[in-house]
Every structure is written in structure tokens, then in C-alpha cells.
């Protein structure tokens, strides 16, 4: 399968007031097929730029391209073709699942049988089906990942972003996800995503990133960066060489 | 409207609907909370029904029905206009769901137009209550063709739109200011004070030009009056046209200056409004913290201490919370410069109350301002999904409650003292009445922080999406602010003429032993509540 960019980031920079920067210059491509792992500590800047991908937080310097189309000036292109699962999803609770799948996939324009289908393809495989009648508001942390990742998948986007997806999810659950990023990955999909998680980093990703303090410090193919070792130790060994 | 802002409508709608609690909830603990909130609320809206056709009635049984129509627009353009104000912040800008609503296709300017539109089919029911019922009143006394109701069901969809759509514009602009600076909520909050100030004084100006043209007759015609706002507001000349006069330019001219009005607004808006949610909802990490000698602070006095940082952290809270606050401190340095004999005849109009006489009454007119918001009453429900934190500390109920009652009274009695004081002071009360207001004021205090917070207890809501929905529209709040508020007027009254029937003291002294007794029932209520799981 021929790789093609499908996002880039070019010279991103988020400044707040007093010169303070949550994003310096950060600039990164995944092509289509990637499964790219985002890394770094707590407030270094992976949330603020994955935000930024999606279209929500609003920035000044740089530009974040989607398969060809600015973020800045085409945003509604770029959404219809990204999919976002945020850390902690806020999903309007007083929504049955069904209902909150049901709007998503008005706004994405999703016929109605290709809707039936994959909405029972993914809440088959996270165990769901039977819960998707129930209010939101019943829901477990986990179960509203689930859906929330479910939610992400129906309109078959080219651009996956995630943001610590595995917190809260059962192991089986995060087994699944895994398939299925290696799935979507096989079929030609993106996925740009952050993790706490370094061995399943690791094993997940054909592209790794490290971002501190903003910048990115190290970035490139996985086997390259880490060699023989593990990407725990290059990362402590990276993330220390920077202090 | 097109089809991507109906679908968004249409689930926000939804995702804030009762039914939707009801049809597919599995715990009967809410929906039995449901049923009794939609008795509740119709209640409510009878009440409000019946109120407003009493109002007509009256204003028939005087010979002004003429200017029914036009009370009709001014009386649900104002409440309509603050209903708005207050829920900007919160419904419009700084919402929960933003990350997940942005992330999907929409334009930003769809998002902020669907927001408002929400904002507006939750409240049509009020505005509604009021311009139907006040056409029953009017057709009543009028006798107006039979096309004149029509016309005023369809005109009653459109008359809150301009004043909410004015409303949003002052807090886009207040939060397009605040964004830019780094203490976001503090700017915000303070913009707010003083927008609701700078509203309060123009009516003061407003008035004040109308008694120096027309001197007397402004205070004994409700025509002038309404002619005035009239001219200030023209769509309340048009929906007057409209319904007595049967004008269709008139009637065609409110519907289309509406519709134009909200594109118009909906473009800045659409532009920035990327921009000024980014910045309202992200803050820059601070600078390097430096430990400093961390203060200890007892379990009750930690608990008002939360309670205060939760206050402050939140204009939607901050601004519905203290405003009466504020009201009191400007009011009470403006009786010590003012000519306290002259600010009464203005305040009542001319009626032929003395200050002597309003002596009984001074510790109300201060708990008018300051009692109508009780903290109690919203901070039970405020925890929300951070209930956890306080269930899970080493503390009963009991303390959490005092806590929370503490931070009230802390924040209520220094106002009422000052306030008291003040008053007093200009209007020359003699020493012991003085002391005895005082002394009530402190009781008000105390009935005002233990109501709240058996409403507060009583219908807590744990489950909400927005602050302002707790703040504003909940229902602890609505049962501690509309008893309060009625039976507070009330006895406005009834104190300056039972004080001119009878010895002052004595009557402050009655009032007294009450407030303290109902206090004391009502802080033993709450804490017996505290026992229930």
C-alpha cells in the first residue's frame, strides 16, 4: 500500500499569556497506515497539540494539515475525516447510547443500514449491544469509552486521534481496541495517539514521538529510536538528557 | 436552520429532557423525581398564569388596557434579557461537551446558534405563560378582532428573541475581554458585576429624565411610561401596532428585524468563538510554586473555606450568589452620602412614607437584597460528580453541612452588619431599635443560610450538565427564592403598618423571637436530614 501524509503538523506553537508556551514549534507527519504513539509526562504538551489536530483548540503559529486540507482554514473538511477519542469523553448523559450513536452518525450523514452495521459490528466486539438502550448516565467509565470509541468509527474516518484511549478500559476491552487499531491500520487508516502506557507503546506503534515541555525532543520509526532497548529506558534516558 | 443545526438541536434538547429521564431510566429514585418536577413546575406556570391575568384584570378594572400589549413586550423583555444574561456563561461559552461538539463537522457558528436556540426553546414556556395569559387579560377588557390573537400567539415567539439575542452579545463581548487576560474568571465575574450595576443605575437615569421633562404626570401615567420605553425599544411599538391596530408592516417588521438581528450577531460570534472557548477553557500552568506556610484550619472552617474557593473559581456561581451582596454595599454607602428623605420619596414614588416609619423594615430591605441567593441552597447540588470527594472524607454529614452553612454565614452577616449600620446611621434610628435590627438582620442570616440548606438537602441534584442548571434553574433553588421572596415583599409591608399601630421595639422584638425559632427548626431539620443516606 502506497504511504501518504495524512496529518502534519508544521511548526505548531500554542503560547498562553507571558511568553508561556504548552506547544514550541512542534512539527510531526503520520501517514496513512501509522500507528504513531505520542509520548511524554504529565503536561508536556500531548493533549494541547492533540486538541489542536482536532479542530478545537485554536492556535496561532504553524499549521496542522489533514490529508491535505489546514485545520485553520478548512476545519470542517478536516472533521469529517478525523475521528477524536478524548481522554475523559463528556457524552450527553441523559442520552441513551443508542440515541448519542444515532446523532453522531446524523452529523457524519451515515445511511441508515451502514449505521445498523457498524454500530452492532463494534458493540459486539466491546460487549455492549445489550446496554446501548440504557441512559449514559448509567454507564461506567469504561462503558463510556467504549461508546465513545464506537462513536469515533462509524463514519470510517482516515485520521483516528486519541488521547490516553486504554484509561479505564477493562483488559479485554483493551485487547480489543488493539485489534482494532491494528486493523484500521491495515485498512490504510491513521492513528496518532497518546499514552502513558510505553510497552504497550511499544508493541502498538510503528512511529513513536517525545514531547517535553512542549517541544518535541525525539521522533522518527520505532525500531529505529529504540534499538535494542525498551522504549521506557529510551524515553527516561531522553527525557533526562533535556532537564 | 439547516439540517446539521436541527440534528444538534434537536439532541441537545434531548439530552437535556426530562422524558428522555423517564422513558428510559431504570432507577425510580429519579423518575418519581421527574414526575414530581413536572408537577412542580406546572404549578409553577399556573401560578405565574394566574398572576399575570390578575395583573390584566387590573389594569382593565383602571382603564389602561391599552397599554397591556405593551407591558406584555417590557415585562418579558427583561425578565427574558437577565434569564440570558446569567446563562451565557455556561450555555454559550465555557460549556462541558465543547471538546466533543467541536471535534465533530459542525461551524462554529452552528454550534453557538443551536446553543442560543436552546437556550430559547428551554424558556419559551415562560415567555409563553406570560404573553398568552396576558392576552386572555387583555382580550378581556379590549375586545380586539379575532385576527388580533392570531397575531399575538405569533408575534409571543419572537418578542424574547431580541433581548436574548442582546444578552448574548454583551457576555460574547464580556468573554471575548476576559478571554485575554490570564485570571479569565475573575475578569468575567467582574464584568459581569458591573454590567448588572451599570443596568441597575440606567434605569435610575432613565426615570430621572422623565420626571425632570414631565414632572408629575410620568408618576401617575403608565402611557408616558410605556411611550418612553417604546421609543427607546421599537419593538414594542410594533407588537402594540400589531395586535390593536392589525398593522402587517408593523407585524412584518418585529418578525423580520428579529431574524436579521440573529444572523447579524451569530456572525462575530461564529468568528471568535473558536477562539474565546480555547481560552476560557485553558489556563497556563503557573508559575513556580514556592511552599509557603501552609495554614491549619479547623474541619468546619476548611469546609467554608472549599466552599468560598468553589465560589470564586466560578462567575455562573460568583455572579448569581453575591450580587445581592454587592447590591447592599453600594446601597448602604449611597444612603451615607445621599439625603436619606429624598431617596425614599424616590424609591416609593412619592408615597407618603416617612423613614421613621421604615424603620421596622430596614433589616428586610436588606435581606431582600442579600437573602433571595443562599448558598446553602445551590452547593449541595454544586458537588456533582465530585460528590466523592466529600463522601469519602473522614467527616459526617452533619459537619459537611455546618461547614457549608458556616460559608454562608460568613458570607452574609458582615453585609447585613454593614448594611444595617449604614442604614441606621442616615436615617438617624434610635440606639435600641438600631441594635434590635441588627440583631434581626443576624436572625434573617440564620433563617436564610438553614432554608437554603434544607432545600439544598432536600433536592439535591447530583446529575447535572451545566453549573446553570444547578444555579439558576434548579429546584432547591426555586423553593428557597420564591417563598422567600413573596413573604419577604409581604412583610416589607406589613412592618411599616403594624410599626405605625404599635411600639417598634416590641414588634422588632416579635420579629425577632420568630426568625430565631424558625432558624433554629429549620437548622434541626437540616441536620436531621443529614442522617438519611
Redesign the interface.
Known sequence: MEKKAILEIKGYTKS???G?K?ADNVTLTVESGDIYGFIGHN?AGKS?TI?AV?????FSEGDIYIDGHSVKDE??EC??I?A?I?DN????????AI?YLD??A???EIDEEKRKEVIKKYADMFEITDSL???I??YSHGMKQKLAIISALIHEPKLIVMDEPFVGLDPKASYTLKQIMHDLCDQGIAIFFSTHVLDVAQKLCNKVAIIKQGKIIDSGNMDDMIGNQSLEEVFLEVADEQK | MNR?SL??LK?LL????QL??YR????KKKKSRVIGNYIGMSVLYLMLMAYCIATCIGYGQIGITDAIPAICVITISIISFFFTFFKTNGYLFNF?????L???????RTVAGCKFMYMYVKSLGWYLSIALSMMIGWGIYAKPAVLAYPVWIILSFFIPVIPMLIASFIGFVIAKISAG??KTNIVQTILTFIFVLLVFASRFVIESVFKNGKGKEALESVHLYVDKYARIYLPIKWFENSVCRLKIIDFLLLIIVTVTVFVLIFIPVGKSY??IN??LK????SKKYSMNDLRKRSVVNAIAYKEFKRMTGSTVYMTNAAMGELLVMIMSIAVLVVDIDKAIYTVLQGAPVTKEMLYPAVPFIIYFCIGMAATTAMTPSLEGKNYWIVQSLPITKKTLYQGKMLFNIYLTVPFTLFATICFCISMKTPFMTALLSIVLGLCLCAFSTAWGCVCGIKHMRL?W?NEVEVVKQGPAVSLYLLPNMFITMALMVLVVLLGTKMDQNVLLGGLIVIEATLAALLYRKAMSLCILP
Open positions: 498562553y499569556g507571558e508561556k504548552a503536561g494541547t486538541r482536532v479542530g478545537v483548540l485554536d476545519p470542517i472533521k469529517k478525523t477524536y478524548p469523553p463528556d457524552l450527553y448523559e441523559n442520552l441513551t440515541q446523532f453522531i446524523d452529523v457524519f438502550g440504557d441512559l448516565s448509567s | 446539521s440534528v444538534l439532541t434531548r439530552s437535556t429532557s428522555n429521564i428510559y431510566g431504570t432507577d462541558k461537551e465543547y471538546d466533543m467541536m471535534s465533530l463537522p459542525f461551524e462554529a487576560f490570564r473558536r477562539k480555547s481560552n485553558n489556563h497556563a500552568a446529575d450538565e
